[in-house]
């Protein structure tokens, strides 16, 4: 009869039980990393709050930001406003949903809310200015052309348009990003009204 030595087993269930529990821990790792990462790549971070098809994050300009927000703008580049400047709006889709197409025309209209100033900028999704024949990127609060109740109308299209026109790139994929200074909204600010800020609606495509 051969004699087993039972401590063997019990090193071997260790080691097989170590592995098991190494494995769920780089498993982990890996999937926490994968999805840091795409919040990063994709300019996400906690405290994000919608409107519409407006995005803000009223605390990365505060001194309480969370450490995903601060790995986004690092990994940007971009240097926020202070929570005392005013605060920006993102905006990656249309007010139906749809994902911005250059081979598209778009007109955002409305009012924005109660601010000193105001700027609407497009840019590519890295958040650099967009190469146009027009050489202009995008419109201040003080050059807007309005209608009669103070509301304004910016078409985006490849062609040329009477009014607030915006050139588009040759490149499909564009970001809308609306600043505005000296507003009543802080980084404590948790809810936008949507009616508040300008719709963006689709026209034809090309």
Same mark, same amino acid.
């Given at each position: 009869?051969?004699?087993?030595d039972? +401590? ?11 592995? *098991? ?15 840091t ?38 990994l ?7 929570? +005392?400047?005013g =605060?920006?709006?993102v ?5 139906a949903?749809n ?8 007109t955002?209209?409305?009012?924005t ?12 999704? *890295? ?14 609060? +003080? ?31 564009? =970001? ?10 802080s ?12 719709? =963006?609606?689709?026209?034809a495509?090309?």
């Open positions: 009869m051969l004699y087993r039972p +401590s063997r087993h019990r090193l071997r269930d260790r080691a097989a039980l170590l592995g *098991k529990f190494l494995l769920v821990a780089v498993a982990g790792g890996v999937i926490g990393l994968c999805v990462f795409a919040a990063l790549r994709n300019g996400f971070g906690f405290g994000a709050v919608e409107a519409g098809p407006w995005t803000a994050w009223p605390r990365n300009g505060a001194g309480n930001i969370d450490p995903y927000s601060r790995a986004t703008l690092a940007s580049g971009e240097i926020p406003l202070g929570a +005392s400047e =605060i920006s709006f905006a990656l889709d249309d007010s949903g994902r911005f197409d250059a081979s598209c025309d778009y955002v209209s409305g009012q809310p109660q601010a000193r100033y105001w700027t609407l900028t497009v840019m590519t999704p *890295k958040g650099r200015l967009i190469a146009n024949p027009a050489e202009r990127n995008g419109f201040t609060s +003080s050059e807007i052309l309005r209608s009669a109740d103070g509301g304004f109308a910016i078409t985006l299209s490849h062609n040329a348009r009477p009014g607030n026109w915006l050139a588009l790139g040759s490149d499909r994929s564009f =970001i809308l990003v609306l600043r505005l200074y000296e507003t009543e909204f980084a404590a600010t948790l809810a936008f009204d949507a009616s508040s800020l300008p719709t =963006i609606v689709r026209g495509c090309r």
